[in-house]
């Protein structure tokens, strides 16, 4: 093996966790308790503007919609109206009971649920017109994989859409560490396309979509 390579696999190596930093909050039941506030409730509308996602999107009755990394269903109200049918994704049961409640509560009679692991999300084969993943790509620990199985989960004509934080200072609100997206996101929106495209996709838009904190990058299957 040539010595390039050798360096690379030391300092990449090939089942390494590459999001460790981002994820440590979902390590435990009592940390992903705590994130619950901050991933669900109507406080996050005037933010995260999800009825401007739906429109983006272009989400219709004829469509079913993956949600991956649900957590606990935050955007399921939203999906469930515009679409068909929707399939929620999480790898946490916890987070997952929280979402089947919430469906419940709001009597979502077209979303179902599925339990994924960090490196599939356990999709049906060829059952999405649309993956979407709403600030969670950068928690993924192994993209390449995660990737592979949201490829297998998409109908031939399906497409992937990528919302999440910038990788540049002030992307996440933070007052005490305006720099703490640089260390909490894994890649910035250009790598990320980069990463996404070498493994089945074509970009096919990509924008901003929250001024100077998010963006929004859509894919087709190749």
């Not at 739906?54 to 993956?66: D, G, H, N």
């Not at 992307?171 to 396309?193: C, E, G, T, Y």
Request: neutral net charge.
């Amino acid at each position: 093996m040539k010595l390039a390579a050798v360096i690379a696999l030391a300092i990449f190596p090939m089942h390494s966790q590459v999001a460790a930093e981002a994820n440590a909050s979902y390590k435990s039941t009592e940390g992903r308790q705590r994130m619950i506030g901050n991933l669900d409730g109507s406080h996050r509308d005037a933010r995260q503007k999800p009825k401007e996602l739906i429109e983006a999107l272009q989400i219709s009755k004829r469509m079913t919609v993956a949600d991956i990394g649900t957590g606990p269903g935050y955007m399921l109200p939203h999906f469930a109206q515009a679409a068909g049918k929707v399939i929620a994704e999480d790898i946490f049961p916890d987070f997952l009971e929280r979402a089947k409640a919430k469906a419940k509560e709001n009597n979502l009679a077209n979303v179902e649920f599925v339990l994924g692991d960090e490196k599939s999300p356990k999709l049906p084969a060829g059952a999405a017109d649309l993956a979407f993943i709403l600030d969670a790509y950068h928690h993924f620990d192994y993209p390449e994989s995660m990737l592979a199985g949201i490829h297998q989960g998409l109908k031939p004509d399906g497409r992937l859409a990528i919302v999440d934080y910038y990788k540049r200072r002030g992307a996440m609100s933070n007052p005490q560490n305006p720099d703490f997206a640089i260390s909490h996101i894994r890649l910035d929106d250009k790598d990320v396309i980069k990463e996404v495209e070498a493994n089945g996709f074509k970009l096919v838009e990509h924008k901003e979509f929250l001024a100077g904190s998010q963006y929004i990058a859509i894919f087709q299957k190749k």
